[in-house]
């Protein structure tokens, strides 16, 4: 078939050429694609393409289907050889810069043992509710939307959780209505086990930020969790060092208990790239405390994950 048809003609400047259409007798059936346009024009659009279609000589009825392609979402995962070195700190800071810097983020707390999400994004308290069967995230006052298992389990069952429950919570985290969100910040458990497991292969995210502190990367946690991304082929985006020297809450000046540059010297020797050093900072617990993540506000401290968000944002537009 090398000429379009009357129909096809009709329809191809009103429909933005996303009309697919065939004609049965007098029938007309037209597939239209709805990707990227807004849920509140699809019936105007509808109307316009059928329209269009009925003013075609020969053609009595027409039937429509819409149909949209899911946006491509890119999810990452946040992890640490062991616990406490600033996950979910960076976690929450990131998924703030990444908001910040025109991505449309989404945050999945997958800590099943110590979810911290909720507190740090400021919605302690609130659950997520279900439409279908299909978990609706929490708003946060960051506009970034969270999904916590914290939300799914009480605080004193969590201990009785098994891996396969724990895996199930964490699809239906995954799998929950994000609507447009093309980014989704996976805050992990500390270390290598269960959740990590199901986290790489079933939900496969497109690259991991593997946060350590100096002290961690002396020891072998970090260099294990970086393998674990490394053998299943997700791509290491890079590795932040947290805690990382320690800011005098009287004159900001930041000094080097534990020495300078051995991170990025071991981000060189790993060969991964290093996105940043985020000081140790009374004002970064306070504010995380209090529910006011420190790369929403104008704090001297959102610089350090401003400029992590920066670099993971590169790292996303060059193809991520
Ligand atoms: N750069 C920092 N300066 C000061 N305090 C920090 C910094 N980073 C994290 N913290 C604090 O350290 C504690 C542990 O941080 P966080 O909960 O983010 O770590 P985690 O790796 O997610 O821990 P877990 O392994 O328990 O999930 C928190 O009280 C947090 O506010
Ligand atoms: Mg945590």
Redesign the pocket.
């Known amino acids: 078939m090398t000429d379009s048809t009357p129909l096809e003609a009709a329809l191809a400047t009103i429909s933005q050429g996303r009309a697919t259409a065939r004609i049965e007798g007098d029938r007309a059936s037209i597939i239209l694609d709805v990707t990227g346009i807004e849920a509140a024009e699809h019936k105007a659009f509808e109307a316009r393409v059928r329209a269009a279609a009925l003013a075609v000589p020969g053609i009595a009825s027409v039937r429509i289907a819409l149909t949209s392609q899911r946006t491509r979402r890119l999810s990452i995962a946040v992890a640490?050889g062991k616990?406490?070195?600033?996950?979910?700190?960076?976690s929450a800071n990131l998924a703030v810069a990444l908001k910040a810097g025109g991505r449309r983020v989404g945050l999945v707390d997958a800590?099943i043992y110590?979810p911290?999400q909720p507190k740090l994004l400021g919605v302690e308290g609130s659950q997520p509710t279900a439409k279908e069967k299909v978990l609706q995230p929490v708003a946060t006052p960051f506009g970034v939307p969270l999904l916590s298992m914290g939300m799914l389990v009480a605080p004193d069952q969590a201990i009785a959780w098994r891996g396969p429950m724990a895996a199930g919570a964490l699809g239906q985290m995954m799998d929950a209505n994000w609507g447009d969100a093309d980014t989704l910040v996976l805050?992990l458990?500390?270390g290598t086990g269960d959740v990590q497991l199901t986290m790489i292969q079933k939900h496969r995210p497109a690259g991991a930020v593997i946060?350590s502190t100096p002290q961690d990367l002396a020891l072998i946690d970090a260099r294990r969790a970086i393998d674990l991304f490394k053998k299943a082929g997700i791509p290491i985006i890079g590795l932040v060092e947290?805690?990382a020297g320690y800011a005098c809450p009287h004159c900001g000046e930041v000094s080097d208990p534990f020495g300078k540059g051995g991170a990025e010297a071991a981000a060189a020797d790993l060969e991964i790239p290093f996105l940043g050093r985020?000081?140790?900072?009374?004002a970064?617990?306070t504010a995380?405390?209090a529910g006011q993540p420190p790369a929403s506000g104008n704090l001297p401290e959102a610089a350090a994950f401003t400029a992590i968000g920066d670099a993971v944002l590169r790292w996303i537009n060059d193809g991520g």
């Open positions: 640490s616990g406490g070195v600033g996950k979910s700190t960076v800590d110590g911290s805050d458990p500390p946060v947290n805690m985020i000081p140790l900072d009374i970064i617990r995380s405390d």
